[in-house]
């Protein structure tokens, strides 16, 4: 698919390729799966190939190509001049028409589905998706970011203390010789985290590793306003530190808003989640919600997430996305964008247990999962809230089927009329 609206001007003419490579099927597999999926132990691949598959009816597709050709363009003199020194691997651009023939066709449909374009950097074994705006800046830069070391080394206090400064930073004490499977380890999940966030390492005889506290090894979290990070109890496994870094990664409560809707769904844990009004009288239930969310997430099985509904947008996206919940004061979980449990009783804040999280989550009535059955239960849920929500909402419930039942008898009746008077008239002709 490809939505051709947003455009208010037509898309600029198709671009001479100077920069970045057009693809065959065959190049294909020569200058992109083996140079990313072939490179030998110990050593960096040539170059990480970025590649946007494409189609040539898409309007999407014709704007982004100037724009990817430009960036190709600018990463390419950043090379030669020597500032992309310090990456393992410089980005190369690449391009796939994957209308152009049968077998192209048959190669896209293993990397992009059926949406266009899909733009992914390869490296290390892996596919990492480009999903930020289509402009020549943000391809040249998102190339250098995804390109960078997984893992960078911290020798002074200095830059200790700065690598925080602008987001969220993890770090990692340990002996580069002597624990050497823990960076390893460490390296797997700083991929998985490779679009948002930083991960380093320090030495412990290091003037960093002096300043960071505790004996290696150990995990720690720098930067980021308002996180609380739990200590990291257990076998360091690439599980459990990934699961580590993916909770302290939040607030003790985050705010939903357009720019952590996409954290919150992707995180794959549930998300206990007050609504409210977004008035003064709310601000005391909001501030009792972060106190009883402060207690319960020392046990790393909840994210906890607060709803505005004051918010046009937010409350937009919520009523779409979770229709049973649009209503304030509500306590609600969800876990992605597809599953959440909900019941209208719950909304005292004095049910926010352990004990009262664990049945909701076992509760069959609450649950909603998209499945045609929860289909049907949503609406059952909605026809029956609204009956009960007041004397206008009953009599809607009412008069709604009645007359819907009234108009098919009125139907049904002009139809035998019909038939009645067609009778007539034959019986007529006979005689």
Partial sequence: TCDASGFDHPPPPRPVFEYATELTPDSFVELV???????????????????????????????????????????EEARKAGQLAHLPSPPKFFLVECDSGPAIKQLCEGYTGTN????????????????????????????????????????????????????????????????????????????????DYNFYVVEPQSEAGKRLPGSAPLVSIKGGSGLDPLPFVGDMTRESLKAWANFNRFEPVTAFSQWAIGDLLGCNLPVVTFVHSGTTDSAEAVAAFGD?????????????????????????????????????PRIFVFNGDKLYWE?????????????????????????????????????????????????????????????????????????????????????????
Wanted: aromatic share 10%.
């Fill in 33 to 75: 799966q083996e140079v990313a999926n072939n490179t030998e132990n110990g050593k960096s691949a040539e170059y990480f190939p970025l590649v946007m598959f494409h189609v040539s009816w898409c309007n999407h597709c014709k704007h982004a190509l100037p724009e990817f050709e430009e960036a190709a363009k600018t990463v």
């Fill in 116 to 195: 266009f374009p899909a733009i992914k950097l390869f490296r290390d074994h892996r596919a990492f998706r480009f999903n930020r705006p289509r402009t020549s800046r943000t391809f040249a830069w998102w190339a250098m970011h995804a390109s960078r070391p997984m893992i960078s080394l911290l020798e002074s206090a200095k830059h200790l203390d700065q690598v925080g400064e602008h987001g969220v930073a993890f770090v990692m004490k340990a002996d580069m010789k002597k624990q050497r499977h823990l960076l390893e380890v460490w390296g797997e999940v700083a991929f998985d985290f490779l679009e």
């Fill in 292 to 328: 009883i969310a402060k207690d319960l997430r020392t046990s790393a099985e909840y994210i906890f997430a607060t709803v505005n509904m004051s918010d046009d947008d937010t409350k937009g996206y919520v009523s779409r996305t979770f229709p049973l919940v649009s209503a304030a």
């Fill in 343 to 431: 019941d209208p009783s719950f909304v005292d804040l004095k049910s926010l247990t352990h004990e009262g999280l664990s049945s909701l989550l076992a509760s069959d009535e609450a649950r909603q999962d998209g499945s045609w059955f929860a289909l049907f239960k949503e609406k059952r849920k909605m026809i029956a809230r609204l009956a009960t929500s007041s004397f206008l909402g009953a009599a809607i419930v009412i008069a709604v089927p009645s007359l819907a039942a009234s108009c098919c008898w009125l139907c049904i009746s002009e139809l035998m009329r019909g038939d009645d008077l067609e009778d007539e008239n034959a019986v007529k002709k006979e005689d």
